[in-house]
């Protein structure tokens, strides 16, 4: 009898050892402010409020055309609302970069943000590859960021990086 106990005894082991990665990083918290279409803060139950950035896509700085729509949107969706924080991993500015759910339906906030068209994928370090196809298809239909008018849309890495230019006093070769 021992020795069966310690073989589903050590199975078990292995498969909580299997499932562990996938769950050591999350947690659920409420969305208690929106800061902008891609980063907000969450309170867990237990400890001290978390910033969120959400992987794999960029929305526009506040500054710029449809920044205050994008922050709308992402306050629609889960401002005030439990969530599902996966986390992937922490950026320069010590937040928590996730994939995040909205509870209890499980909705997926990044693809939600970008089949809507409030949102870029950011191409170079997206690793959800549907998220193209939604943005392809907000694109073809003219919603959201892609409503506006070509010369109104640019890329938020694309502004961060012109802004940080101008305040260096530097002249982008855009200006040449």
């Known amino acids: 009898m021992i020795p069966t106990f310690r073989r589903w005894g050590a199975a078990l082991f292995l498969v909580v050892l299997a499932c562990a990665p996938a769950f050591a990083d999350g947690f659920e918290a409420t969305v208690t402010r929106v800061f902008d279409g891609d980063s907000f803060l969450v309170r867990p139950a ?3 409020d978390i910033d969120v950035r959400l992987a794999d896509i960029d929305a526009p700085e506040k500054q710029q055309p449809y920044g205050n729509d994008a922050r709308a949107a992402l306050k629609r969706l889960i401002e005030g609302r439990r ?5 992937i991993e922490t950026d ?4 928590k970069v996730a994939h995040v759910y909205r509870l209890p339906d499980r909705l997926d906030v990044r693809r ?6 409030h949102v870029w994928v ?4 997206a690793r959800d590859r549907q998220l193209f196809a939604l943005e392809d298809a ?9 409503a506006l008018r070509e010369s109104e849309r640019m890329p938020p890495w694309q502004f961060r990086y012109l802004e940080r230019q101008r305040k260096n006093g530097t002249r982008s070769s855009r200006d040449h």
């Open 83 to 87: 969530v599902y924080v996966d986390v």
């Open 92 to 95: 320069q500015y010590q937040r």
């Open 112 to 117: 939600t943000l970008v089949h809507d068209g």
């Open 122 to 125: 950011w191409r170079k370090y």
């Open 138 to 146: 907000a694109r073809a239909a003219h919603i959201g960021i892609w």
């Open 46 to 48: 237990k400890g001290k």
